[in-house]
Structures are given as C-alpha cells and as structure tokens.
C-alpha cells in the first residue's frame, strides 16, 4: 500500500467519524442490539429493518472513539440492500481481514469494498475491538429476538 492511499483510507475513516452517516434512532426496528467495548468504552446501538431477508434500512447510536464511529457509519452504509446472508457473509471477510493471518499473495480486504479502509486496523491489536464493535452488535442484532431491552 502506499502512502497517499494509506492518506486516502485516514481522510474517508475520519470523514465518517466526524459525520456519522445513518446515525440516529429508529422507530419500530425488526432487529436491534447493544454493543459495548470496555477496553476503549466505545458504546452503540443498532437498529435494522428487514424484508423478505433483504436488510431495508440499518440505524445507530452511541458514542465511541474515531475507529469504532467510522467503522460503524461505513457498515451501515455498505449493508443496505444486501440480503441477511450477503451481511454474515461480509461479517466474516471483515472480520478475517482485521483478525485472521496476513498472507502477502491475498490482498486482505478483497471484495470489500471501502470497508478494505480497515486494513489498516490490524496492525495495531488494541483498536481491533473499536473496529469490529459494530459488525458483533450487527451479529448479536441478527441472531436476537425482536425485543430490544432483552440482549443485555
Ligand atoms: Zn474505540
């Protein structure tokens, strides 16, 4: 990666930071979650509306540092009109890119799309939670129950 992308991925997590796109509550929303990480005291909540398996709209909430804010707006930007499926999916490429093993033949963030801007979250193991906040409440929110003061 060179600098000036490495300067292009810092600009769009800041920009998302400090202007949080879909942040805000929902009303009457299919699917929601708290997530919570104590190691920095990032906090959100997250909101989905769901048809016919396909995610219609996804809110949040909360306050966190940069990291877990941008991480968190660029998800709810990426996840709209993508099936139930297609979002786990995402889930678990998202996850392996931060988390899983470098392999110099397979650029990390593949098929990700802007959310590849994370990459860059692996080398530093304490924001690794900040990051991926977002994607376990997404998770916590999927496999839950419709009501909302029952996951804490
Ligand atoms: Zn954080």
Same mark, same amino acid.
């Given at each position: 990666?060179?600098?000036?992308? !490495?300067? /292009?991925? #810092? ?32 906090? /959100?909540?997250?909101?989905?509306? $769901? ?17 877990? =804010?941008?991480?968190?707006? $660029? ?6 009109? !993508?099936? $139930?499926? #297609? ?17 110099? !033949? ?8 802007? /959310? ?20 376990? =409440? ?15």
């Amino acid at each position: 990666m060179t600098s000036d992308l !490495q300067d /292009l991925y #810092q600009d769009l997590i800041i920009d998302h930071s400090k202007r949080p796109r879909n942040f805000g509550p929902m009303e009457n929303p299919d699917y929601t979650a708290d997530g919570f990480n104590p190691l920095c005291g990032d906090k /959100l909540k997250l909101f989905l509306k $769901v048809e016919d398996g396909v995610i219609k709209d996804v809110k949040f909430v909360g306050a966190g540092c940069a990291i877990s =804010t941008a991480s968190a707006s $660029v998800m709810t930007d990426v996840l709209k009109g !993508q099936t $139930v499926t #297609q979002a786990e999916n995402l889930f678990e490429t998202f996850h392996y890119m931060i988390t899983g093993p470098k392999d110099p !033949q397979h650029h990390a963030g593949e098929g990700l799309g802007k /959310l590849a801007v994370f990459a860059g979250v692996s080398e530093f193991p304490a924001r690794v939670k900040c990051a991926t906040l977002a994607w376990h =409440t997404l998770k916590s929110a999927l496999a839950g129950s419709h009501d909302a003061t029952s996951t804490e």
